[in-house]
Structure formats: C-alpha cells, structure tokens
C-alpha cells in the first residue's frame, strides 16, 4: 500500500473553475456599471432638453405668442455643432383656438447623440396677450388717467 502525503494546496482543476468564476463575476460587474454609465448620460440629455423645452416655452409666454408668432422663428437650436456638447433641435407648432386670444403651443426639442437620438415635447395653451404687451398699455392708462385729474398727480394713491 502506497502512503499519500496530506495535500495542502488546490489542485490544477479547482483554480481554473475559481478563475473562470472570478473572471465572469468581473465581467459582470464591468457590463452593469457600463450599462448605468449609458443610462446616466441619457438621464442627463432628457434633463437638459425638458429644462430648454421649459425656457423656450417661458420665452413665448414672456414676450406673448403673438409677437413670437410675427417674429417668425418657430424652429432652431441650443448649442454648437462643433463643440463636443450635444446639439439639441427644438420646433413648435402653433394653432390658433376657437376662443378668441387662445392659442394652442406644441413645443418639441429633439437631439442626436453617439448614434441616437432622443425628443421631448410639451402641449400647452396661452392667451394671445403678452406680458410686454400688458405692461405698456398700463403704462399708458395711467399716464391718461392723471393728465385727466388735471393736477398731474399720480392716480395710484
């Protein structure tokens, strides 16, 4: 009868199966982290177009859709196609209402980036009459109403 010593180490066959496993949990962690990487970016890019969406929507509503309207520009875009930065598309559409001084803003901003793209939009409703435009006729009613008064006193007291 042959007398084995007592093996203190792992066999050949025992560190190939550890190795293949550490190697597959490896590339599984590196698969996830890249994957939560992509989708960071595109959280990012959505973020960054609802906030231009928003801007642009809050630009209409600052100078009245009528005066955005005989402006002329109901499309362009945010950024430099030369910087590295993703360019961002936006568009509206703008249909009058059945009521009168209603109008009806379909807002969307789209992008194209590493070979995909992405697009928000919103849908809106605003009165015809803008806040530059309120401010200059009550300007005016108040100058008329104290040269009324005839003392030239103000006729907010």
């Known amino acids: 009868m042959v007398n084995r010593a007592v093996r203190a180490g792992f066999s050949l066959v025992e560190m190939i199966v550890a190795a293949v ?9 590196c698969a996830i982290s890249n994957k ?3 989708g960071v970016k595109l959280n990012r890019e959505n973020e960054a177009a609802w ?17 955005f309207i005989e402006a002329g520009q109901l499309e362009g875009r945010f950024g430099d196609e030369e910087s590295s930065q993703t360019v961002y598309h936006w568009s509206s559409d703008i249909t009058e209402g059945e ?3 209603i ?4 807002m969307m901003v789209y992008w194209t ?4 793209g992405g697009q928000v939009s919103a ?3 605003f009165n015809g009459t ?3 435009e309120l401010s200059s006729e009550s300007e005016e009613s108040t100058q008329s109403s104290g040269e009324e008064e005839g003392e030239g006193e103000s006729s907010l007291r």
């Open 21 to 29: 496993l550490l190697s597959g949990a490896v590339v599984t962690l």
């Open 36 to 38: 939560s990487l992509g």
């Open 51 to 67: 906030q231009l969406l928003d801007r642009q929507l809050t630009f209409i509503d600052y100078i009245g859709v009528e005066q």
């Open 99 to 101: 009521a009168d001084n």
């Open 103 to 106: 109008y009806r803003v379909d």
């Open 113 to 116: 980036a590493s070979g995909r």
């Open 123 to 125: 849908s809106t409703v």
């Open 130 to 132: 803008g806040g530059l």
